[in-house]
């Protein structure tokens, strides 16, 4: 029965954003070939009177996304931190996508409350606002907790919204199937993996307690960064649908004018919004994905806070290391050095000519480090990184893409504090310490001592694995074919084992 609803919801979609206008400029913005456009047109323009009005106020892709609700308000957000895809004004006009929706009533939030914590709202709170911030998922209201007075933020998610967001995820992968048949040349981004990506991350904000838990383990990982900042997660207030946190007063990161009137270095408080972001990307591997200014804040003594922590993005410890390398090398000039992370990876085929992909890198760094301060930008250097890799068959990295557009985005907010400010001075000595302490003599020692742990772990095993191996390679072949070099691996985890112990016991 999905298949039915999945192209009813695509035919309406299409119609929405034609009778809200969005459909033309939603095209041009992402550049789309003539076919996709075509067949996107021939889709909404003869359902008009299906489509749904929206808001006639908001600009025209808004108006539709809006209309067609939480999902699609989500995906908005998200292509709102994304200009290098849709462009700087599309990307604008989203923006207003972030906080500023159209609150649910406070009393189903207090509902909802009763509901989730199993007491009624009045006798667990004092004090209940109505909501003082809604997005596309769950809206915020400020509180006093009953029995110690303290104030804390609530946060609730909207009546209905897990219903909603399957209905329209199933549809997004309809669009997505239907986008890689009609432009070939969208494969390597992954549309399929992109609609994934999103779903996991959308599930993900739709329990409270995953958000409540990322928030503290997040704070765990920043406790000794001086100068940084989290509500504290009051987890007896908090189930699946219902979170509260300590309250935390500041200065919203948008509001300039009032950070300076509170006698704050806006252009100090800039370097220090990034090195923040490198430092938990590159240091932790998991950082705030979602570092918009409306969810940052601005303590009384400069103090950076952040707020709501439904996205947040983790990579492994093997690729903050490549994505390190490539960054220094772009730093340091070395386009051969790029060129062969990029190679050792396996991110570009090992089929390709590495020398011709570093002249095409140097094509890349040379112009943006000619650029004047205040244009050099690491998201357009990304930008036009994955122009090139694309040449030489490189595939979307999809473990990258939230690094890439939370990068976008924190670099949006450190220009907005200071516009001059010289993003690669800012981020090469965050970059050289990470290198310095992770890729190299001091790392390898480290990598090897954690494998010789594991390894001494199966150390007495190791005489019957071998043993069992030998048998089977000795017994008639099957034709599941069997490695060549087996008895020499044999031996040699053996003997890695061995030493392992020893090293591990003389410790």
Same mark, same amino acid.
Request: glycine share 6%; net charge positive; hydrophobic share 50%.
């Given at each position: 029965m999905r298949g039915p609803h999945n192209i009813w919801r695509l035919i309406r979609t299409g119609a929405t954003f034609e009778r809200a206008g969005a459909m033309r400029v939603a095209l041009e913005a992402l550049d789309a070939p003539p076919s996709l456009r075509i067949a996107a047109r021939i889709l909404g323009w003869p359902f008009q009177w299906l489509g749904l009005k929206g808001d006639p106020l908001m600009p025209p892709v808004t108006r539709a996304l809006t209309a067609l609700g939480p999902a699609y308000i989500k995906f908005g957000q998200i292509m709102s931190t994304r200009p290098d895809v849709v462009g700087d004004e599309?990307?604008?006009?989203?923006? +207003?996508?972030?906080?500023?929706?159209?609150?649910?009533?406070?009393?189903?939030?207090?509902?909802?409350?009763?509901?989730?914590?199993?007491? $009624?709202s009045d006798a667990l709170f004092s004090e209940f606002s109505d909501a003082v911030a809604a997005a596309s998922i769950a809206q915020v209201h400020r509180a006093?907790?009953?029995?110690?007075g303290?104030?804390?933020?609530?946060?609730?998610?909207?009546?209905?919204?897990?219903?909603?967001?399957?209905?329209?995820?199933?549809?997004?992968?309809?669009?997505?199937?239907?986008?890689?048949?009609?432009?070939?040349?969208?494969?390597?981004?992954?549309p399929m993996d992109v609609i %994934?990506?999103?779903?996991?991350?959308?599930l993900g904000e739709l329990d409270l307690r995953l958000e409540a838990s990322a928030a503290g383990e997040f704070a765990a990982n920043t406790a000794k960064d001086s100068g940084f900042e989290l509500p504290a997660v009051k987890w007896m207030l908090s189930s699946r649908r219902v979170m509260t946190l300590a309250w935390v007063d500041g200065i919203p990161m948008g509001d300039t004018a009032a950070i300076e009137a509170a006698g704050i270095d806006t252009e100090d408080l800039g370097k220090r919004v990034l090195k923040m972001f490198l430092n938990h990307a590159l240091r932790d591997g998991f950082f705030h994905a979602d570092m918009h200014q409306g969810n940052l804040r601005v303590g009384p003594s400069g103090e950076i806070i952040a707020l709501d922590f439904g996205i947040m993005g983790r990579i492994d410890a093997y690729t903050r290391r490549v994505y390190a390398e490539i960054l220094m090398g772009f730093i340091r000039k070395d386009y051969r050095r790029v060129a062969e992370v990029h190679f050792e990876a396996g991110y570009v085929p090992a089929d390709r000519d590495i020398d011709e992909f570093a002249q095409a890198l140097r094509s890349v760094g040379e112009p943006i480090f000619g650029m004047d301060a205040s244009h050099i930008s690491m998201a357009r250097l990304l930008a036009y990184l994955f122009e090139v890799t694309e040449r030489f068959g490189m595939e979307t990295r999809t473990e990258l893409?939230?690094?890439?557009?939370?990068?976008?985005?924190?670099? &949006?907010?450190?220009?907005s504090l200071n516009p001059r400010i010289n993003i690669w001075e800012v981020a090469g000595p965050v970059v050289e310490r990470y290198i310095r302490e992770n890729v190299g003599p001091a790392?390898?020692?480290?990598?090897?001592?954690? %494998?010789?742990?594991?390894?001494?772990?199966?150390?007495?095993?190791? $005489?019957?694995?071998?043993?069992?191996?030998?048998?089977?390679?000795m017994q008639p072949p099957?034709?599941?074919?069997?490695?060549?070099?087996? $008895?020499?691996?044999?031996?040699? &985890?053996?003997?890695?084992? +061995?030493?392992?112990?020893?090293?591990?016991?003389?410790m």
């Open positions: 599309l990307a604008m006009q989203l923006r +207003v996508l972030q906080d500023k929706l159209p609150p649910f009533s406070t009393e189903e939030a207090k509902r909802a409350v009763e509901t989730e914590l199993g007491s $009624p006093r907790i009953a029995s110690s303290e104030v804390v933020a609530v946060k609730v998610l909207r009546p209905g919204v897990e219903r909603a967001f399957q209905k329209d995820i199933d549809a997004f992968y309809l669009i997505a199937r239907l986008v890689e048949m009609l432009s070939p040349g969208s494969r390597r981004l992954r %994934t990506h999103f779903e996991g991350v959308v893409i939230l690094l890439q557009r939370t990068m976008v985005v924190v670099e &949006g907010v450190a220009r790392a390898l020692a480290r990598d090897l001592l954690a %494998t010789a742990r594991v390894l001494t772990k199966f150390g007495p095993k190791l $005489p019957h694995l071998a043993e069992a191996a030998l048998i089977r390679q099957v034709p599941t074919p069997k490695p060549k070099n087996a $008895p020499l691996l044999i031996g040699f &985890g053996i003997l890695l084992g +061995v030493a392992a112990t020893v090293v591990v016991m003389s």
